[in-house]
């Protein structure tokens, strides 16, 4: 795993632990909401989190707390709550490193947290559905979900319009998800939504909107812990198959997951293995292939810690260390679910910066590809054989073995500079140059 720096002065929210910060578009191109005194920012990397640019445009003002939604149209989308107190929306139409933010309309007054999700409508291509919910300082949590036209993301009608479904204020973030196919883009054909959030009476409360076929109706309200940190963190996402949160108990040092079914009658709760940096400080959570992902900090050590629950084997491991830090109370972002990933991008807030990694469980890369296309060559003069590495993950080669039979005779490896027997060549190239006058004119090579 490689720490990288996404911004050196630019920080995360200090508050509403368990938002989403960090999202990639269909191209595999990761980017980070981030922000200054002054402005949200927004930088990007296109090579899994190695290096890092910084995006011409921003958002401006002191913003206090977002979201980052990047949808199935690579449209990203923030709603915000800013200096003074407002929830906002704001979209960035098929974004890239140049591409332009817009005010796309105010959501509330007086909000002290907000989130977004934006997918395509289950039976109507030409729309997408777009969901803000937010909570006020007044104590009431919110609901806007809209019928949206896909190509200019312009509402077109409300397909919620109960609007308030919570009378009570929240200390946490609002979490916020749609049943989706599993990868975090794709909604099923009943896009049900999905709320969870902490009550100031210590309630976790995982609620969730019916799709009717034509709208939603008033969301389900269901209270699964009732000594749930009503300070702490919360995170949560749909992994396809259920909707699974992740709380801070009310001891303080104890992290609780709970898993409610798509079906909405029954929820499980899991104890993963005790976070060792004392009382838990910031927490996120995220899913691959119906495995759990945490990522938190503890107060004592503020370390960056990884924890995976494994379904099939239903076991939790143990607490990695992704960065071991020294800031006071770090803020920690992931990935949403996307099960073609076995690696999630995870961003924290550390010494005045930003910084990620990609975490997760690495896979082996597939079969190269051929470039270097079979046939006849001059054996007097030098040619090159060429092959795609092929990584799923989007790894780059480390290394490479290359085998040739001269004439159905036994096998010989390059080892960089001749053939003889097998063995690794360390290198990133994926190109061979073969000398002149290796072989005879006329024989037969299978490489």
Not at 198 to 205: A, E, I, K, P, S
Not at 384 to 389: A, E, F, K, S
Not at 415 to 441: K, L, P
């Amino acid at each position: 795993m490689t720490v990288t720096t996404v911004a050196s002065s630019p920080t995360l929210p200090t508050n509403f632990s368990g938002q989403r910060h960090v999202a990639r578009t269909s191209s595999g191109r990761i980017w980070v909401a981030h922000r200054n005194a002054t402005d949200l920012r927004f930088s990007y990397s296109d090579n899994s989190g190695g290096s890092w640019t910084l995006a011409t445009p921003k958002i401006t003002g002191a913003i206090k707390q977002w979201c980052l939604f990047i949808d199935m149209d690579d449209n990203a989308w923030v709603s915000l709550v800013d200096e003074n107190d407002d929830a906002r929306l704001w979209v960035n139409q098929s974004i890239t490193s140049s591409s332009s933010w817009t005010y796309n309309r105010p959501i509330a007054t007086a909000a002290t947290t907000t989130a977004v999700v934006v997918f395509k409508h289950p039976t109507l291509p030409s729309w997408s559905i777009q969901a803000t919910g937010w909570n006020s300082g007044g104590g009431t949590c919110w609901m806007h979900v809209h019928q949206i036209n896909r190509y200019t993301l312009q509402t077109v009608s409300s397909l919620y319009s109960s609007n308030a479904f919570d009378s009570m204020t929240l200390l946490s973030p609002l979490v916020l998800d749609f049943a989706h196919t599993g990868d975090g883009k794709t909604a099923t054909s009943s896009p049900h939504l999905w709320v969870a959030y902490v009550r100031n009476t210590d309630d976790l409360v995982m609620g969730r909107f019916t799709w009717t076929g034509s709208g939603y109706a008033s969301a389900s309200s269901t209270v699964v812990d009732v000594t749930v940190d009503t300070a702490g963190p919360i995170a949560g996402v749909f992994d396809g198959s259920r909707f699974v949160v992740a709380a801070q108990d009310a001891t303080d040092s104890t992290i609780v997951v709970y898993e409610r079914n798509a079906g909405d009658t029954k929820t499980t709760t899991r104890t993963p293995t005790a976070l060792s940096g004392g009382d838990v400080d910031s927490l996120c959570l995220t899913s691959n292939s119906a495995n759990v992902w945490l990522f938190a900090s503890g107060q004592t050590a503020d370390d960056i810690s990884s924890l995976m629950y494994t379904r099939a084997a239903g076991t939790w491991g143990a607490w990695q260390t992704v960065e071991a830090t020294t800031v006071v109370h770090p803020y920690v972002s992931s990935e949403r679910c996307n099960n073609a990933l076995s690696k999630r991008s995870v961003v924290w807030s550390s010494s005045a910066a930003v910084k990620h990694e990609l975490v997760g469980a690495n896979r082996s890369p597939t079969t190269p590809t051929w470039v270097t296309t079979s046939g006849a060559f001059d054996e007097a003069s030098a040619h090159d054989l060429t092959w795609q590495h092929n990584d799923p993950d989007g790894d780059a080669q480390h290394s490479y073995k290359l085998r040739r039979s001269v004439n159905g005779g036994a096998n010989q490896w390059w080892n960089g500079t001749t053939w003889t027997t097998e063995g690794w060549v360390t290198s990133s190239s994926t190109v061979v140059s073969i000398s002149a006058a290796t072989v005879a004119d006329g024989d037969s090579i299978a490489y």
